[in-house]
């Protein structure tokens, strides 16, 4: 049951994934490289130039990398976190004296919401394009 439940989130997950990279992060790629190759053909410019203009070309891909990798994380510790309360509660219905049978379904109710809710998260993550846009 907990295997249909993360196959889900990650199917939902993967999808964001490359939504973000389709629209986003290679639309950076193709400005990107354009720059970088055109500073490279600057005759007059110094080697540490070229340099210094290429690592500043990738500033901004690099800058939305980390956030998407930051909101992932704390998408993470989020479901994680609600796992480890439902399986509190559900240790704690065992200990209560609950059937075992009884004490699945709730796990099982639990995990689900606790999912439901985390992966109704997932579109707002990807809503908020605006901030990777300005950073690009």
């Known amino acids: 049951m907990a295997e249909l439940q993360q196959l889900r989130v990650q199917e939902t997950v993967d999808s964001m994934v490359k939504s973000l990279e389709r629209e986003n992060i290679q639309k950076m790629q193709s400005l990107m490289f354009p720059c970088s190759t055109s500073c490279c053909e600057d005759s007059q410019a110094s080697m540490q130039q070229v ?48 059937k075992e049978l009884q004490v699945k379904r709730q796990l099982y109710c639990r995990v689900t919401k606790c999912i439901d809710d985390h992966v109704h998260l997932i579109p707002t993550m990807t809503k908020k394009k605006e901030a990777l846009l300005s950073i690009g």
């Open 51 to 98: 340099h210094q203009y290429i690592q500043h070309s990738h500033v901004p891909l690099a800058q939305v990398q980390a956030l998407v990798t930051s909101k992932f994380e704390k998408f993470q510790d989020c479901q994680a976190w609600c796992t480890i309360h439902c399986n509190d509660k559900t240790k704690d219905s065992i200990d209560a004296g609950s």
